[in-house]
């Protein structure tokens, strides 16, 4: 029974982290916020049912049966050893995983992106687990096969690392012009999740469409959810932008469908942004409300409350 209860744990708790990292990748990138929000609750149920639940029964079980079988008092082949200290990365990496996507719903996004990446080294180290576990190498082929497979999984993140280096510093170097271009051009595809990327946790978000200030990334989701409810089809284009790298003025106008098929009238309006090491800090937006069909504003208290829970 022991073991049984072993090896189900383990079939549980891995099967979940192989497929979790796609999980959490599919949160970064749907576009669509309603998919976005609900992704990242699941994954981090998910998480903290299967995957830290299944790990802590394995790691008891394997701890039961190797004093069973007097394993702990022998000493291990050497791919049995390699396998266990392999065994105990992944375990630190899901409960590093586990933080990230625990401070990722109180609003710390930009840790609860390094969640893919970690999962993904997750994978390549549960592949070796089960390599040896299965072929039972000898000494030298298991020191030279966990070598290969250890040196892949730092190359492949020093890659990504230096990718995403690139962009923040591409984004950070990106004039006022091509930063509102970029800008719109993601609010108007609907990549809300690459939208919200542009800003900082801690953002502050000033529209005339909400009831007073948006505080911290999760409340602006929940702003633009609210907003988009309302809306067939926006489309918003840049006119003017003026002003220096870290705060600048767009002009823009801006004509769509409300969700009763009212068109509505070319507005235009400007947003007053600054940035803080390319992400953007506060965002003042300044239009003539009275100019658009009628249009219900967002409270938001509502979103500082969705936003906490």
Not at 139 to 160: F, G, K
Not at 231 to 242: A, G, L, N
């Amino acid at each position: 029974m022991l073991l049984f209860i072993h090896i189900v744990s383990a079939a549980i708790w891995l099967g979940t982290a192989t497929t979790l990292p796609f999980w959490g990748n599919r949160a970064n990138r749907a576009d669509h916020l309603h998919t976005v929000l609900g992704i990242i609750d699941t994954v981090f149920i998910l998480k903290c049912v299967f995957i830290m639940g299944g790990l802590f029964s394995t790691l008891l079980t394997g701890w039961l049966l190797a004093t069973e079988y007097q394993l702990i008092t022998n000493i291990p082949p050497t791919w049995l050893s390699a396998a266990l200290a392999v065994s105990l990365i992944i375990a630190l990496n899901s409960c590093i995983i586990f933080y990230f996507l625990w401070i990722g719903r109180k609003g710390k996004r930009s840790l609860m992106r390094l969640v893919p990446p970690i999962g993904y080294s997750n994978i390549a180290l549960i592949i070796l687990v089960y390599f040896l576990m299965i072929y039972k190498p000898a000494e030298q082929t298991a020191l030279a096969t966990i070598t290969w497979v250890i040196a892949l999984v730092l190359l492949a993140n020093a890659i990504n690392i230096t990718v995403k280096l690139t962009k923040l510093n591409k984004l950070k170097n990106m004039s006022p012009s091509e930063y509102a271009d970029n800008y719109f051009a993601l609010l108007n595809a609907e990549k809300m999740t690459d939208l919200l990327k542009l800003f900082k946790d801690d953002a502050m978000f000033i529209d005339p469409f909400a009831t007073g200030p948006i505080q911290g990334i999760l409340a602006i989701e929940q702003f633009f959810q609210k907003l988009g409810d309302q809306f067939d089809s926006i489309k918003m284009h840049p006119e003017k932008v003026e002003g220096s790298s870290k705060q600048f003025t767009i002009h823009w106008v801006a004509q769509g469908v409300t969700q009763n098929g009212e068109q509505m009238p070319a507005l235009r309006g400007t947003n007053l942004m600054t940035r803080l090491n390319g992400k953007i800090s506060t965002v003042l937006i300044d239009f003539d409300l009275t100019q658009l069909p009628q249009v219900q504003l967002v409270n938001a208290d509502v979103c500082h409350k969705l936003a906490a829970a």
